[in-house]
């Protein structure tokens, strides 16, 4: 039986301080080991990538920061939270942000409450330290040095 494997957008936020540290969660569900990935959610039906962005940094984290510029689009197949694994189409979009510990998580679905574990604001110099395997996507120390690089922090 060949099943169509189904399409999901999502929009993924790359919340840096002005500090240069960037805004990650801890994920862990049935589908592979903990790991970090970004801020973030899938497209509503009714929305695009910029709307979605300003509603999943709102309910994911509490805050309201303007969305900045599309930096990194991804297009990979994968499983989350007792889900099948679907094609996902992902934009990045960079999000700076004041510093701040008062992260809510007062608007999280059910599916966050049990997959996000923790979160925590990285510096690259953490991210460089850390195994790569850590972060999903992998390349999300070589997108945060980028951003550094061209928009250093203040």
């Known amino acids: 039986m060949n099943q169509q494997i189904k399409t999901r957008r999502s929009a993924r936020l790359m919340v840096v301080d ?6 990650l969660f801890r994920y862990h569900d049935e589908h592979q080991a903990p790991f970090w990935g970004t801020v973030g959610g899938e ?8 709307s979605t962005a300003i509603r999943e940094l709102k309910e994911e984290t509490g805050l309201t920061c ?21 094609r996902w189409l992902e934009r990045y979009f960079l999000v700076r942000c004041p510093p701040t510990e008062d ?3 007062t608007h ?11 979160w925590h604001w990285w510096t690259l110099e ?4 850390a ?8 390349w999300l120390t070589e997108l945060l040095d980028d951003i550094l690089q061209s928009e250093p922090a203040l």
């Open 108 to 118: 999280w679905s059910d599916e966050e409450r049990s997959t996000i574990q923790a």
């Open 126 to 129: 953490e991210m460089h330290e």
């Open 131 to 138: 195994d790569p395997a850590l972060f999903k996507p992998n």
């Open 103 to 105: 992260i809510s998580n």
């Open 43 to 50: 497209l509503l039906e009714e929305e695009n990538y910029p």
């Open 66 to 86: 303007p969305i900045g510029p599309l930096l990194r689009e991804r297009d990979d197949i994968y499983a989350v939270a007792r889900s099948t694994p679907a």
């Open 18 to 23: 002005p500090q240069g540290r960037l805004l």
